[in-house]
């Protein structure tokens, strides 16, 4: 699914790569204590994906709450980099 997400986007099919990316969101449980650390960063993976798919679409609030989601989840680098870039958005309205 995450890889079919991929694959959409690069397409340009943003709609067909959020459907993807949000299955493999809803594959995991909520309850994060009990998902392994792999399974922990494909889903902050496929909220990242989300982020940068909702703001190619310029819907930049779910975009940030995607980051966001993305951040809380794994804190890396290349999530805060698209969280701030989001969060710039909203700063230059």
């Known amino acids: 699914m995450m890889d079919e997400g991929i694959q959409f986007y690069e397409y340009e099919q943003f709609d067909n790569a ?3 990316f949000k299955r493999v969101v809803h594959l995991f449980s909520k309850d994060i204590s009990a998902l392994s650390q792999d399974d922990i960063e494909l889903l902050s993976q496929a909220h990242h ?3 940068i798919t909702y703001a190619k679409k310029g819907w930049d609030k779910e975009a ?3 980051a966001q989601k993305s ?3 794994d804190p890396t680098p290349k999530h805060r980099e698209v969280l701030e ?3 710039n958005r ?3 309205k």
């Open 18 to 20: 959020i459907r993807e």
């Open 49 to 51: 994906n989300l982020a």
């Open 64 to 66: 940030q709450i995607e």
């Open 71 to 73: 951040w809380d989840l």
């Open 85 to 87: 870039s989001i969060n």
């Open 90 to 92: 909203f700063l230059e």
